[in-house]
């Protein structure tokens, strides 16, 4: 079974002993959502404090970067990650969930 949990994206300064006690838990990925805070800066934290857990984008909202600012972010957490990132993207746009 593959379980998934958040990190807290209000204060950076947790990100690292979350990311540390999620894999720690055993958790298999930690999510985060572009909602009040961008979602790639506590990733990046928790990659390179990881070694395992699987970190991902629940929602990165796809209209607000262009393409290149995403695969770069993607690219460079990707690597920083050494393999584990996974982007999930979204419009938050209701025209386009209905």
Known sequence: MRI????????LRLVKD???????????MITTMENKHDPFLPLA?????TEKVELATSIA??????P???ANLSWDLN???RGR????LG???KAHNE
């Open 91 to 93: 419009t938050q746009i």
């Open 68 to 70: 290149m600012v995403a």
């Open 4 to 11: 998934a949990t958040t990190v807290p994206q209000n204060d």
């Open 61 to 66: 909202i796809s209209f607000s970067r262009s």
């Open 79 to 81: 690597e920083a990650s």
């Open 18 to 28: 979350a990311a540390k006690s999620v894999e720690r838990d055993g958790y298999t």
């Open 45 to 49: 934290i928790a990659a390179v404090e």
């Open 85 to 88: 990132f996974v982007l999930g």
